[in-house]
């Protein structure tokens, strides 16, 4: 189980009522299921990761999240989940209301655009960064909305969007020691649980 992972563990009730967003292969949805026993629901657009939620006996249903949600009556679920996807939604913020329209309260996982790692690769090199944590070319990357925690928490400002809680993932050294200081500069990925 991945950090990340392991904090929506914590965040989501044992037999409540979860959407997964992109929900690729399923995994966080079985893990879920086995350990809380969730009634979990799996959005996904990729035919081979249906087949494996398909494989691991997970509800998942075909679906282009840029389309919207319209499908799901308000409040369907206790709790709506998107990791690792927001930066590559067409419009982030009517997604994230969307998410917490049909959930009592949502999880959001992103990399974090203004780790120093990223700026000081910008700035010595003068290109798009690729680490291990933003893996692909500016031409073909899935990231179109580049931002940071500071950007995400102020349009949680802006749309009356509350925090319940928020992690910061880093691994690297020193980073790991120092990201609840400065988490904009230090944060690898950001973990956000969040409600109206």
């Not at 997604?95 to 690769?121: A, K, Q, S």
Request: glycine share 4%; proline share 4%; with cysteine.
């Amino acid at each position: 189980m991945t950090t990340d992972e392991s904090f929506v563990h914590l965040w989501v009730s044992s037999e409540s009522r979860v959407l997964d967003l992109a929900c690729g292969d399923g995994t966080l949805l079985q893990s879920l299921r086995n350990s809380l026993n969730i009634h979990g629901y799996g959005l996904e657009i990729d035919p081979k990761s249906i087949q494996k939620c398909i494989e691991k006996d997970i509800n998942v249903i075909e679906q282009d999240l840029n389309s919207g949600l319209s499908n799901f009556a308000d409040n369907s679920f206790d709790s709506v989940i998107m990791m690792q996807a927001l930066q590559v939604m067409r419009y982030p913020h009517l997604v994230l209301d969307e998410m917490l329209r049909i959930g009592r309260e949502c999880i959001v996982t992103f990399p974090n655009f203004g780790h120093w790692r990223t700026r000081l690769y910008l700035t010595l090199k003068g290109q798009m960064p690729v680490t291990l944590q933003l893996a692909y070319q500016w031409y073909d990357t899935p990231n179109i909305h580049l931002f940071t925690c500071a950007d995400f928490e102020v349009l949680c400002r802006q749309r009356n969007i509350r925090i319940l809680h928020r992690q910061h993932i880093a691994e690297g050294l020193p980073d790991c020691y120092i990201k609840d200081l400065w988490p904009n500069l230090f944060t690898e990925t950001a973990i956000y649980h969040l409600s109206r």
